[in-house]
């Protein structure tokens, strides 16, 4: 399997899984699983045909390990546009997270602090790098320090995927760094 159909079949799972399930008549359970055999004809009765071998390949090949397969189902680790509850349970986050986001949105963010926009949760990363490539998807990227220990300590809830994403409702300026003029 090429690197090109990988990728492809991993957006055609996302888009599915995260965004648009009812696009192919999906229905996602409340914790956002589906049932792999119906995933695989409702994509093939709407035009687009995988295997299971692929789907695994994908789930186990994955660069952000997007998708959790358990038994029969799968679904998406993070990300969703649609309501579910993925049961993750409250975790203490490291001192410092990380936003990546591009220069448009600082004023905004500045203002409000970080929302989840069309997501569920406001997503942060672990360390700078991740971020760094969060924000390039977008042009430039500038980097966020989230005082993730402080808002813990103020009783703000975090979740982690099971993907290494740290999730949060919402971030308060007074919570953020940006970083300094050049
Ligand atoms: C910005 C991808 C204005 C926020 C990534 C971001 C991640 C604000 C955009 C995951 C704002 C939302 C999530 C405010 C936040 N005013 N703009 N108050 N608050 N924003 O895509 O975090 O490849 O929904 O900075 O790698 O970029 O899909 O969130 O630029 O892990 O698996 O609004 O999605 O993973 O954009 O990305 P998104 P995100 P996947």
């Known amino acids: 399997m090429g690197e090109r159909r990988t990728v492809k079949v991993s957006k055609y799972l996302s888009r599915h899984l995260r965004h648009q399930p009812d696009r192919i008549g999906l229905t996602l359970d409340p914790a956002g699983w589906v049932d792999i055999d119906t995933l695989i004809s409702a994509a ?23 998708f959790t397969v358990d038994g029969a189902r799968i679904r998406a680790n993070q990300g969703h546009t649609v309501a579910v509850d993925l049961g993750l349970p409250p ?9 990546g986001t591009h220069p448009r949105a ?30 390039l998807r977008r042009g430039r990227p500038v980097v966020l320090v989230v005082d993730a220990g402080a808002m813990h300590r103020d009783g ?27």
Do not use: C, Q
Request: charged share 25%.
């Open 156 to 182: 703000h809830v975090f979740h982690v995927s099971a993907n290494g994403v740290w999730l949060t409702a919402a971030v308060p300026p007074r919570h953020l760094r940006f970083p300094g003029p050049r």
């Open 44 to 66: 093939a009765e709407h035009g687009f045909r995988f295997t299971r071998e692929e789907l695994d390949r994908v789930v186990a090949t994955n660069d952000k390990r997007r």
């Open 91 to 99: 975790a203490t986050p490291p001192p410092y997270l990380y936003h």
């Open 106 to 135: 600082l004023e905004s963010i500045r203002a409000t602090g970080l929302k989840p926009m069309d997501r569920h949760a406001v997503h942060l990363s672990p360390d700078r790098d991740t971020a760094t490539r969060v924000g």
